[in-house]
């Protein structure tokens, strides 16, 4: 019997091994966080004002990524309201609004150009979006920069900023910065 139990443990420990050795090379990439809109459009050295910044729910992004290599695809959901009398474009905006924006990215992971840490990611980003704020809605070319920090082999923190650049410059969200922290997961 204790030959059975011996057994039993060493193939269930193999289980969770495996499980882990395959989250661990899984291609898909799920995030949670939030994001932060500046979308003030001044010169005036007020680029980390956060009073003049519209900061989203802890839970105002989701993504889900696809990365077979250095090369990768990731679709994202953004949440946020922008309050009245900030900063939109230069001018105070009227009254409160909200934006909810979906983004398809392309990104390059360049950080093995670099190092050979598997902690570390760095990508460049470039895709388009649609976002409707106060009932319109707005097309945006996408750049920036993700990085990305692994906790364990599955588990870790991203950091990313995209600049994006309205289709449309009558939109009152046509140009603006979203910067994105996210728990992300390995699946």
């Given at each position: 019997m204790k030959k059975i139990i011996l057994l039993a443990t060493f193939?269930?420990?193999f289980i969770g091994l495996q499980a882990q050795e395959d989250s661990?090379?899984?291609?898909?990439?799920?995030?949670?966080?939030?994001?932060?809109?500046?979308?003030?459009?001044?010169l005036n050295n007020q680029f980390f004002n956060l009073n003049q910044m519209n900061v989203g729910n802890i839970v105002s992004h989701i993504s889900v990524e696809y990365q077979p290599g250095n090369w990768g695809v990731?679709?994202?959901a953004n949440y946020n309201k922008l309050e009245g009398n900030t900063?939109?474009?230069?001018?105070?905006?009227?009254r409160d609004g909200y934006m909810i924006g979906f983004?398809?990215?392309?990104?390059?992971?360049f950080d093995s150009?670099?190092?050979?840490?598997?902690?570390?990611d760095a990508a460049l980003v470039g895709?388009?979006?649609v976002n409707k704020f106060l009932g319109e809605f707005s097309g945006t070319?996408?750049?920036?920069?993700s990085l990305q920090y692994w906790f364990k082999t599955n588990v870790g923190l991203r950091l990313q900023t995209l600049g994006k650049f309205g289709f449309d410059q009558q939109n009152p969200l046509n140009n603006h910065i979203q910067h994105t922290a996210a728990l992300i997961v390995r699946l």
């Open positions: 193939c269930f420990s661990a090379n899984s291609k898909w990439i799920f995030g949670v966080g939030m994001n932060i809109i500046d979308n003030t459009s001044t990731a679709m994202e900063l939109q474009n230069g001018n105070l905006l009227a983004d398809v990215n392309g990104k390059y992971y150009l670099f190092t050979d840490s598997t902690k570390f895709g388009v979006g070319a996408n750049v920036g920069l």
